[in-house]
């Protein structure tokens, strides 16, 4: 499924690579956990209908070492999906209000989240590493995103754009994630930055 890598791609992951190389320990921290919260209710959905993706993790707790092979794997996976699969709302495509799934043609955020996590982990990568992640977005509305835990930082993979950012450097409000130690388990995260949310700054 993924793109074929032309010589401008490769240097653009490149240059993302050794942007992310370059980055100093304490910008490269992962997100503060501070403690267990409940699952979105689609995801308790997701593995009802899905049991076989929510099995207890071979591995807990993965970091991803960060190479330039491992940050094309990344881009090829968040811009192939990306491009793919259609936005749609659940209303639109199943008549409710929250339906996570496997998309096909058509999905909201959480199922190319979905779509993504499960093309890694069918390629090698650690599900331990792989989190799907809760939100507020640029106007404050709920949004997923896949957070990748590296060596080099948490990054996110986002159906809103194809460029991959660390955690910090987007401008969302982090809620809660898919815990590391247990894959039905949840964690809070403490989000004290300052972000810019549509035209007010929040601490």
């Known amino acids: 499924?993924?793109?074929?890598?032309?010589?401008?791609?490769?240097?653009?992951?490149?240059?993302?690579?050794?942007?992310?190389?370059?980055?100093?320990?304490?910008?490269?921290?992962?997100?503060?956990?501070?403690?267990?919260?409940?699952?979105?209710?689609?995801?308790v959905q997701f593995c009802r209908d899905n049991p076989r993706d929510c099995r207890t993790y071979g591995k807990v707790n993965q970091i991803v070492r960060l190479d330039p092979k491992t940050m094309a794997r990344l881009n090829a996976t968040n811009t192939s999906v990306n491009?793919?699969?259609s936005p749609a709302t659940d209303e639109e495509i199943y008549g409710v209000v929250e339906h996570w799934a496997y998309p096909a043609l058509v999905g909201d955020c959480e199922d190319y989240v979905l779509l993504k996590r499960k093309l890694l982990i069918e390629d090698g990568w650690p599900a331990s590493a792989l989190l799907i992640t809760v939100v507020r977005d640029e106007v404050g509305d709920g949004h997923a995103v896949l957070a990748v835990r590296t060596d080099r930082g948490d990054l996110v993979l986002d159906n809103k754009t194809d460029e991959i950012l660390l955690w910090q450097e987007t401008p969302y409000r982090y809620i809660k994630r898919q815990s590391a130690r247990q894959q039905t388990a949840w964690d809070m995260i403490d989000d004290n930055r300052m972000v810019e949310v549509g035209s007010i700054r929040r601490p």
């Open 1 to 43: 499924m993924a793109p074929k890598q032309t010589k401008a791609t490769w240097s653009l992951i490149a240059g993302l690579f050794l942007g992310l190389a370059a980055v100093a320990p304490a910008q490269a921290a992962g997100m503060q956990i501070v403690g267990n919260t409940s699952p979105p209710a689609g995801f």
């Open 83 to 85: 491009r793919t699969i």
